[in-house]
């Protein structure tokens, strides 16, 4: 079950969450061309891919350090004064300011300006103009919308919500029996809340589960809330589409789950056999080459040729480059 719990929060947060790291203290992050080259040296602690011309970094340890933006020729945007960062979305990023638990998050402009002053107990960025918010804790907190201002536009009711795409958004229920469906900016449900969970749209289809974690069965559905791909009961936790291509887990014997991908026909088009998998951006992914605890970290191409390898980590490739973790 720790397994897919830690699939769980990868489909919630992978807006997010663009890069992955194998424990090792001596790990630093640079960044590569498609070639492999090192265009930045690998000196920071932890690196997130390149949005809008800027890439969050963090310099110091996990507990210590601070987060700031680099530029595409490695100098500062924003010098290291967080706690925490999101990506830049539509012109700001989501900061943190204390702890996991207790800090609280606001959004700065590429200037480094103060924009919304931190006061969110979490938030998944901005999205065609609005981004989901949580006030209060993990686990009895209530999820709403905020535009631009930090205007609350849509009340936090809800128990859990992602980002908007193609002008819906996946929300959950906070009562009964919290099932989660699709709103629109105004907030009116456009596919009714029927899904045991939901995830973002991405190229016109989105994932989604009926039934519980165990024996429920995963799709996708269109924009009208039609599931238009049904996938076999032993794949699930499927990705958002990328390049006409998505993952998905398929578990196998003790709990051993491996990744693969499918194209929009829900046909497997590389096999499970990666220890993880994230989705294509410019036409490569980043994978776990191969499914043992030890296993390196790499890149594919579509026909699942491994294009480069050996990384302790590694994160999409964007905007020409892609950040990877060296073991030093």
Known sequence: ?????????????????????????????????????????AHFQSASPFREGMA????????????GYIKHNGEWAIEPRFDGTHFFSEGLAAFRVGDEKTGKWGFVNPEGEVIIEPQFDYTRGFSEGLAPVRIGDEVTGTWGFIDKTGQMVLEAKYANATIFRDG??????????????????????????????????????????????????????????????????EYSYPGGFSEGMATF??????????????????????EPIYGYAYEFKEGLAPVKVGVQADAKWGYINKEGTVILEGYWGAGTFEEGLAPVGINK
């Open 1 to 41: 079950m720790r397994k897919k719990s830690v699939i769980l929060s990868l489909v919630l947060i992978i807006p997010l969450l663009l890069t992955s790291c194998m424990a090792s203290p001596k790990v630093h992050w640079g960044y590569v061309d498609p070639k492999g080259n090192e265009v930045l040296p």
């Open 56 to 67: 969050a970094v963090r310099m110091g340890d996990e507990k210590t350090g601070k987060w």
């Open 168 to 233: 819906l958004a996946p929300v959950q229920e906070a009562e009964g029996k919290r099932k989660w469906g699709y709103i629109d900016p105004a907030g009116n449900f456009i596919i009714e809340p029927k899904f045991d969970l939901a995830t973002v749209f991405n190229e016109q289809l989105a994932p989604v589960r009926m039934g519980d974690e165990l024996t429920g069965v995963w799709g996708y559905i269109d924009p009208t809330g039609e599931m238009v791909i049904t996938l076999p009961q």
């Open 249 to 270: 887990v398929w578990e196998q014997e003790k709990g051993q789950a491996a990744f693969g991908y499918i194209n929009t026909k829900g046909e497997v088009v590389l």
